[in-house]
T-cell receptor, first 115, second 114 residues
Framework: DSGVTQTPKHLITATGQRVTLRCSPR?????VYWYQQSLDQGLQFLIQ???????AKGNILERFSAQQFPDLHSELNLSSLELGDSALYFC??????????????FGPGTRLLVL | GNSVTQMEGPVTLSEEAFLTINCTYT??????LFWYVQYPGEGLQLLLK?????DKGSNKGFEATYRKETTSFHLEKGSVQVSDSAVYFC?????????????FGKGTHLIIQP
């Protein structure tokens, strides 16, 4: 158990809909990262937050957004969903920012299926 | 940009065989290197890491050495067990690459037969 929790574990929805994925980082971790794992694209970094502020963006679509709240939990919002958004979405957390060799701890993921 | 290349597999071995999973990388700056493992139905777990050239990361019998001259970080284990069956991901972190997330390879599915 990494200490990172994600809800829900599974989500089934229809095209065009909007969903929210939730992540609670390990106690004491200030950085939260979101990743998407799909069969065709592999594991891709989406976005990072540090202590409530957006820190870095990766391959995140404009239809997707995220935020980190004062209690440090984070939400990933996916809107106007398409079939190709079906994937496993991971949250990860780490203690610090930009520290060499910093370990990211991954949650169990949310599996999203868009029908 | 940054990238990681690893053999995708599946790689099928018998128990007690020697394992090598190759990983090479390209990076803008001086990256830290990681191996993560994903067991069926679970998230990723850090297996080992190295932060500078010639560093060797090791854990649970697995080892990998950071080779800057060949831009490689190959994963090895001397005697694999059935319980090592999983997907293994090589990854790098490089703040000079323009984003602060990990860059992953496509993963290598390892199957160990008794």
């Amino acid at each position: 158990d990494s200490g990172v929790t994600q809800t829900p574990k599974h989500l089934i929805t229809a095209t065009g809909q909007r969903v929210t994925l939730r992540c609670s980082p390990r106690s004491g971790d200030l950085s939260v990262y979101w990743y998407q794992q799909s069969l065709d694209q592999g594991l891709q970094f989406l976005i990072q937050y540090y202590n409530g502020e957006e820190r870095a963006k990766g391959n995140i679509l404009e239809r997707f957004s995220a935020q980190q709240f004062p209690d440090l939990h984070s939400e990933l919002n996916l809107s106007s969903l398409e079939l190709g958004d079906s994937a496993l979405y991971f949250c990860a957390s780490s203690v610090a920012l930009d520290r060499v060799g910093e370990t990211q701890y991954f949650g169990p993921g949310t599996r999203l299926l868009v029908l | 940009g940054n990238s990681v290349t690893q053999m995708e597999g599946p790689v099928t071995l018998s128990e007690e065989a020697f394992l090598t999973i190759n990983c090479t990388y390209t990076a803008t700056g001086y990256p830290s290197l990681f191996w993560y493992v994903q067991y069926p139905g679970e998230g990723l777990q850090l297996l080992l890491k190295a932060t500078k050239a010639d560093d060797k990361g090791s854990n649970k019998g697995f080892e990998a050495t950071y080779r800057k001259e060949t831009t490689s970080f190959h994963l090895e284990k001397g005697s694999v067990q059935v319980s090592d069956s999983a997907v293994y991901f090589c990854a790098l972190w490089d703040s000079g690459g323009g984003a602060d997330g990990l860059t992953f390879g496509k993963g290598t599915h390892l199957i160990i037969q008794p």
